[in-house]
Each structure stands twice: as structure tokens, then as C-alpha cells.
């Protein structure tokens, strides 16, 4: 069973796959943050056949929600109402993470979803 990435952000949200057997996860996609998000995020995981998705749980140094909280928690009551399993791992450094990897570009988001969706793959079993 495939599961979906999010790495949400104000501008960007980046969009993340796992290989068919759930084992690894993928950069997919980068797409603009917006009113139909999650209609744009349903038709992804639909076309992918995906039932679960894991969304990047924004929050401080301190382990306290930052202002993006909020916005991902709408996403997350969307993504319920439309049928989806919809899980948040933490995204501590995601972002930092990617750019060490690969510089900032167009797919960075996309590689911030990945990592956000691998630590969710290792910490449940998934390797």
C-alpha cells in the first residue's frame, strides 16, 4: 500500500510517495498552497491509489506549535472528511535536511516530504 508525504507550507506544499510496497519514500511533487489544496492532494493519492497520508507536524525547538499549526490542521480535517487515514509525524529539520542534500531548488519541498514520510516508514516498521 502506497502511503503520501505532505511537507506543508504557506507558498509550497511538498508531495512525497512511498515505492508500492510502502518501504521507501519518494520525492513526488511540488505543488502551489491554495484554496483547492486538498482537492489538488485527493486527485494525487486517488490517481496513486494511496489511503494513508502523513503531514509534517510543524513545530518550534522548544516542541511547542508554531503558527503553521493551524493550516495543517485544517488540511488534516479535509483530508479525513474526503475518506483518508491521515497521520502527523513531526518535521523537525526536514527543510534543513533536504537543502544539505540537495542545495534549495524547485524539488526541495519534495525531498522535505520524503524525509518527513522516511522517519515515519523507520519509526513504525516499515524498513
Known amino acids: ?3 503520501l508525504g ?9 508531495i512525497a510517495l512511498t515505492d ?4 521507501f519514500a ?22 496513486s491509489k494511496v489511503k494513508k497520508i502523513v ?4 513545530r518550534d525547538y522548544g516542541g511547542r506549535e508554531n503558527p503553521l499549526i493551524a493550516d495543517i490542521h485544517i488540511l488534516e480535517r ?8 491521515v ?3 513531526e518535521e523537525y529539520s526536514s527543510s534543513v535536511e533536504a537543502s544539505r542534500f540537495q542545495g534549495k531548488n524547485e ?3 519534495a525531498s522535505a516530504a520524503a524525509i518527513i514520510l522516511q522517519r515515519f516508514l523507520e519509526k513504525n516498521g516499515s524498513r
Open 6 to 14: 505532505i511537507d506543508y507550507g504557506k507558498k509550497r506544499v511538498g
Open 55 to 58: 503531514i509534517g507536524e510543524s
Open 1 to 3: 500500500m502506497r502511503i
Open 107 to 109: 524539488r526541495h519541498d
Open 78 to 85: 479535509q483530508l479525513k472528511e474526503k475518506g483518508f487515514e
Open 26 to 47: 519518494l520525492p513526488k511533487a511540488v505543488i502551489s498552497a491554495g484554496p483547492d489544496l486538498a482537492d489538488e492532494i485527493e486527485e494525487l493519492a486517488k490517481k
Open 87 to 89: 497521520i502527523l509525524e
Open 20 to 23: 508500492e510496497e510502502g518501504k
